[in-house]
């Protein structure tokens, strides 16, 4: 027992199961923590013979001391014969899934929905859940009251955004720009995978007691499984010599190579600050990516086009915009102009990404490695801990970046002994292209020389 104050609020230890902490000065006035982390203020009473809860809201929304001056007045009404959590629940058997959709939105927008890592969704995830709420949830869903929903009418939802039921052409705010929205395997998981989250939301906020999204049979999503082969790492990298020459194209060539180099998200790559790239220490040292704060070990070729381009470029981005100071931003319609009609219409930024880890595990790094390489969650542990760079993940970077290199050039090299010091670096890829072409003395001489 205590008085709940914000301290004792923030001190509360999360555990595997709920519990709740109830206030020593006012009967009935208690916290809830829940396993996920968050907390809910509530109040506890008897009415009609039973125990009942009525959640007053949130912590962060809701302080210790508003919260307790609306538990007087709710148990005040208790105390007159009113039942407040009666009334609440009859209010929201008729919600309805557009009406919860729009209490889900306006959380996600104040930042109250959290993503990976107890983390306020990011501004690119909140656009892709809006849209996916907008143009198939609602459309599909939107009149069923939220109490009513059962499995059965979730996997309808995902057999008709798979059917393309919801596709549709749709105009936005850039001039004569439209958007097509499809539907697909890849569309229905994520959608399904949403609505799912929203229900939860909906069980957290009392309106329904189980999930009915629970259990739901999604399909793979083919397109994250799809990899380069060596075959088709030549191909882009003539794609990518050919597109060069057109000097609009120019810079996107060069961002789609480092994606290609590093295993970097295209986001994060093309929102590369120069004070994130610490060449001397073979990282770029990202403030917010998807996984929150990461360092990413990057390769020789990565770090020796960093160094030439920071000696050219100035201003806050490596790859700068036309604006003042700002990010590069046509990128998305260069990638479909260059890739369009090509062997490799199909590819996008994150099967480079996926095939950069692919490279990666059959070189035969551990997955571990590959997941501090490319910033996955897996690898958050490891990154924690990354101060210095150690030999073998910039080993492990070296070897992948180049091996990559060496195919979009049209040789292919692997690497075997590697230093931290740059000269030993260098003469180890040097050594190891020269070994591809076939000049096996000149090799051997930078081998000794080195």
């Known amino acids: 027992m205590a008085r709940l104050t914000k301290r004792v609020v923030d001190a509360a230890a999360v555990r595997e199961k709920d519990y709740f902490i109830w206030d020593d000065e006012l009967p009935g006035f208690g916290l809830r923590i829940f396993a996920s982390g968050k907390r809910s203020y509530l109040i506890q009473y008897r009415a009609a013979g039973r125990t009942r809860r009525y959640t007053i809201g949130l912590h962060g929304i809701w302080t210790a001391e508003t919260a307790r001056q609306e538990a007087k007045v709710q148990l005040g009404r208790v105390a007159q014969g009113d039942n407040p959590s009666e009334e609440r629940l009859l209010d929201h058997q008729a919600i309805t899934v557009k009406e919860l959709c729009a209490l889900y939105l306006k959380d996600l927008e104040a930042g109250l929905i959290l993503g990976k890592g107890g983390r306020p969704k990011k501004a690119g995830t909140i656009i892709s859940d809006v849209g996916r709420i907008k143009r198939h949830i609602i459309p599909l869903i939107g009149n069923r009251r939220v109490k009513d929903l059962v499995k059965a009418d979730i996997a309808k939802v995902l057999k008709d955004v798979m059917a393309g039921k919801t596709a549709v052409t749709v105009k936005t705010k850039k001039l004569r720009g439209k958007s097509i929205v499809r539907g697909g395997a890849g569309t229905a998981t994520r959608t399904v995978g949403l609505l799912g989250g929203i229900l939860t939301y909906a069980m957290e906020a009392g309106i329904i007691t189980s999930n009915p999204a629970h259990g739901i ?53 093309i ?28 390769g020789l070729p990565a770090v020796e086009y960093l160094e030439a381009r920071r000696e050219e470029q100035i201003g806050t981005y490596v790859f700068p915009g036309q604006g003042e100071d700002n990010a590069f931003g046509s990128f998305p319609n260069h990638w479909r102009n260059i890739f369009r009609g090509s062997p490799l219409a199909d590819v996008t930024a994150h099967v480079l990404r ?14 571990v490695t590959i997941a501090a390489l490319v910033g996955h969650s897996k ?37 075997t002994a590697y230093a931290l010091d740059r000269d030993s670096r260098k003469a180890a890829l040097s050594r190891f292209l020269l070994q591809a ?12 020389a080195a």
């Open 437 to 448: 072409i076939g000049d096996e003395e000149t090799a051997e001489t930078e081998c000794i």
């Open 354 to 367: 996926h095939s950069f880890a692919s490279i990666a595990n059959d070189l035969g790094f551990t997955e």
């Open 217 to 269: 049979r999604k399909p793979k999503d083919n397109v994250r499984g799809r990899r380069l082969t060596e075959a088709e790492y030549r191909t882009l990298g003539e794609m990518l010599r050919k597109a060069a020459e057109i000097e609009k194209y120019a810079m996107t060539v060069e961002i789609i190579r480092q994606i290609a180099l590093t295993g970097c998200r295209r986001s994060e790559m």
């Open 379 to 415: 690898g958050s542990v490891t990154s924690n801990y990354i101060h210095t760079l150690d030999t073998a993940l910039i080993m492990a970077a070296d070897t992948i970046s180049g091996y990559i290199q060496g195919l979009l050039d049209g040789v292919e090299f692997k690497q």
């Open 271 to 298: 929102n590369l600050k120069w004070a994130e790239v610490d060449t001397d220490a073979s990282c770029l040292r990202l403030a917010d990516s998807k996984e929150g704060a990461s360092v990413r070990p990057i």
